[in-house]
């Protein structure tokens, strides 16, 4: 597959490294000068780079000839850039028309906020996402950029390219692809509204079975201050948290008794600060217990099972997270990105395969 990548932050360049871990051939294309914008490490992985002032008429032109050659464009610009610089869909598509044309937005191509500004944060707090995270005393916490930018962003616009590029095999016609993270957190939060519609979930945070509230389903501080996951959600796997972690009050009978769980927590916290966490670690190991260290960036990366699962390579020099999915018969690489690169010769090398 070959894709243009225009150069933007965030959301299309994490994308654009996981279909080059997979395996297709991309370029970047940058703009110079103070416009060039700025991603580093693992997000730029695995593509060549070129430079281009795509306000220049020549260089819009050499891009336009790139663009009969590719299979994917992708861009992250504000709705009627494209256009204005003469790189839209309409354009494009007159000359290479199997070009699938993904769209890289917040705020989606049309809406009242689509020619606003915004970041990751905006975008899922009209979901309901950032409302249900949290404390319920306190403001929503900010849960980085994954919900936003890269699970509703980046993933939304791989599986999008991915079935236009498939059905562009079968139909000859590309088409655009409108990813937008606001349309994407929604989805993401598909399961929390049917349980609202159900009077299953509650408005108020830290009061629902996935947001902290119950005893089983949550996080603890331990004596050395560092903090433990608890993740026994179905009885079986209940039970073995009880018997291992010593809860045999009375009050853990009640698993799913919402009344009786600020009790529980309130045990269960006293409890949990009597030992280390690595000391809980050694308790619960083997188990079906659902309980697993909370580690911070460095320290995951010496974690056994994500040693042993491959879960980190060295790029560049710099210790990267792998790719991800695994795939048996043609398995993904993570390389080191090429460099600048000039468009002549990325026009040459494509036109010779």
């Not at 498939?166 to 349980?195: N, P, R, T, W």
């Not at 079986?236 to 009050?249: H, I, P």
């Not at 966490?277 to 990366?301: I, K, M, N, Q």
């Not at 390579?313 to 043609?330: G, I, N």
Request: proline letters at 5%.
């Amino acid at each position: 597959m070959r894709v243009v990548e225009i150069g933007s932050i965030g959301p299309a360049p994490f994308a654009c490294m996981m279909l080059a871990d997979m395996g297709a051939d991309i370029v970047r294309v940058e703009r110079g000068g103070e416009a060039a914008i700025h991603e580093r490490g693992a997000t730029v992985r695995g593509r060549k780079t070129i430079t281009l002032d795509l306000k220049n008429d020549a260089a819009r032109a050499s891009l336009l000839s790139l663009m009969e050659q590719s299979d994917v464009l992708v861009e992250g610009f504000r709705p009627g850039v494209m256009e204005r610089l003469g790189l839209g869909p309409e354009v494009l598509h007159a000359r290479n028309p199997r070009l699938v044309y993904a769209r890289m937005t917040g705020w989606g191509q049309r809406g009242p906020r689509a020619s606003t500004a915004g970041h990751d944060l905006n975008y899922i707090a009209l979901s309901g996402a950032v409302h249900a995270m949290g404390d319920k005393d306190r403001p929503p916490p900010v849960p980085l950029n994954l919900v936003g930018d890269y699970g509703g962003g980046a993933l939304y616009l791989v599986s999008g390219v991915l079935a236009a590029c498939y059905e562009a095999q079968k139909s000859g016609l590309g088409q655009v692809v409108d990813v937008a993270i606001c349309d994407a957190a929604v989805s993401l939060m598909s399961l929390f509204h049917s349980l609202s519609d159900e009077d299953e979930w509650r408005a108020d945070r830290s009061s629902n079975l996935l947001d902290g509230a119950a005893p089983f389903y949550r996080t603890y501080v331990c004596k050395d201050g560092k903090y433990l996951s608890v993740g026994a959600i179905e009885p079986q796997f209940y039970v073995q948290l009880r018997e291992r972690a010593g809860w045999n009050d009375e009050c853990f009978d009640y698993q799913h008794n919402r009344s009786r769980w600020p009790e529980m927590n309130e045990r269960a916290e006293q409890i949990m600060r009597t030992r280390t966490r690595d000391e809980w670690v050694a308790v619960f190991a083997g188990t079906d217990a659902c309980v697993a260290p909370v580690l911070e960036l460095r320290e995951s990366r010496t974690d056994q099972h994500l040693i042993a699962r491959d879960c980190f390579v060295t790029v560049d020099k710099q210790v990267q997270p792998a790719p991800a999915p695994r795939f048996s018969r043609t398995p993904s690489s993570a390389n080191a990105s090429v460099g600048i690169r000039s468009l002549q010769e990325v026009k040459k090398q494509w036109s010779a395969r």
